[in-house]
């Protein structure tokens, strides 16, 4: 693992244990065992840090719910792999999926940096708008699209993460198509 890995890996586990505030730069740089010349060698600030794990993160997720995409698929089917591929990406990354979500939800993030790290999960964007333009979806904002799918993907993972519901294949599958049923067209 390179410098710059550690100190992402040790910035993720510090914000996953004590939150944004309390991780400090002089904590991570204890925690991870690199100089404190060495963190500021790769990035400028705290801010630039987090910014950074992130869109690396941002990028992860993305590769993520694209993989294994089948052009034969039909358009639900996709949408059905898709979700799985999200959900399966945030429940065997649980510290990835904590950071995501609290960081995209917190005031920390700039909004130009949530537009610039769309680009990694553009795929998914595109998939949804083409949805929309082929009458397959119901004619929303695709931001609200987005939203409402990765909504449900999020609190049935923050649901399974808490231990409050019983993650089986029929309650997968029923998820995802009550996520389907939500935008499409009838």
């Known amino acids: 693992m390179s410098k710059r890995e550690q100190i992402l890996t040790t910035t993720l586990e510090l914000v996953s244990e004590i939150g944004f505030h309390a991780t400090s730069v002089s904590l991570i740089i204890k925690k991870s065992g690199v100089a ?11 801010e630039d840090l987090i910014d950074t794990l ?4 941002k990028k992860e997720m993305g590769k993520a719910i694209v993989q294994n995409i089948d052009e034969q698929l039909n358009y639900k089917e996709k949408f059905f792999l898709i979700w ?18 609290d960081y995209a939800n917190s005031p920390f993030v700039r909004k130009e940096i949530k537009e610039i790290n769309q680009r990694h999960y553009q795929a998914a964007i595109d998939f949804i708008i ?12 695709t ?13 049935l993972v923050r649901m399974i993460l808490m231990e409050e519901i019983q993650l089986s294949e029929e309650l997968l599958e029923n998820a995802i198509q009550s996520s389907w049923d939500s935008i499409k067209i009838n």
């Open 36 to 46: 404190a010349g060495t963190i500021y060698h790769h990035f400028k600030n705290k």
């Open 54 to 57: 992130y869109s690396e993160l």
């Open 84 to 101: 799985k591929n999200l959900f399966t990406f945030y429940l065997d990354n649980p510290k990835k999926f904590d950071f995501l979500e």
């Open 143 to 155: 931001d609200f699209l987005i939203n409402l799918i990765f909504g449900n993907v999020s609190t």
């Open 130 to 141: 083409s949805g929309v333009e082929m009458g397959i979806l119901r004619n929303l904002p």
